[in-house]
């Protein structure tokens, strides 16, 4: 770790390591970084402007970021092969960790996929998924919205190496859960989207003057005119060929 002072004037500890890095700040990196621009890597985890780093000619600054930004590309870590521990410390408790996703109650369950279906990638929901999942074992009670979020707040300062394994188990047995022949939450909700965007665009079809030739285009044909309606195109209908 390295210690650096914030625009604020508070001194914030910068990881060098993934043992190092917070649940939290892995979290950003999925969400905001490109996987490719350090100066952007440094800015997510200290908070600087980028312009104001970038334009800068500090050589110190340059070397704190060398020392900070270079560790995902140079520490091999296979994070979907991290062992599932059978205990874990939470707080001031280590908690025995359930062995089947079948221990999450329904509304447990239903909370973790509504928060699926806003995110882009998973591995943005780590902490959420462990704390609604550990939340009724730590308590000895039932689950409670209040208190997974508060069990969060501590999760989400813990190292990701703890915690990515347990909440990469758990979305990824959800996910599983859609292959028995029933659409998984995420697909019903694609699935939804998909019909929408096509009655979008039959809409948009139906409402102009070429729906006569749209009607005698072949299956092929047609949906290639809807492709081009979707993109906002209409050089298909000129002619008989898409």
Known sequence: MITVTDKEGKKIDLPTRWADTSTELFQKYVKLWDKEDRILLFCIQSGYDYDLVRKSRRFELQKVIDKTTLYPFIESLDFNKLPIPTIFKLRDRWITLPKSIE???????????????????????????????????????????VRYKELEQDILKMSIIETYPI????????????????????????????????????????????????LGLTNMQKRMAFFRVWQGKRSWATSSRC
């Not at 188990?169 to 659409?183: N, Y």
Request: proline letters at 2%; hydrophobic letters at 45%; glycine letters at 4%.
């Open 103 to 145: 221990d999450l109650t329904i509304e447990q369950n239903m909370v973790i996929k509504d928060a699926m279906a806003k995110v882009v990638d998973l591995k943005e929901l780590i902490s959420l998924a462990v704390a609604v999942y550990l939340q009724p074992i730590y308590d000895d009670g039932e689950f409670d919205h």
């Open 167 to 214: 909440g990469f188990f758990l979305l990824s047995r959800l996910v599983r859960s859609g292959k028995d022949g029933s659409l998984s939450y995420r697909q019903v909700i694609a699935q939804l989207t998909r019909n929408v965007t096509s009655l979008q665009n039959w809409l948009t079809l139906r409402n102009s003057t070429r729906l006569p030739i749209y």
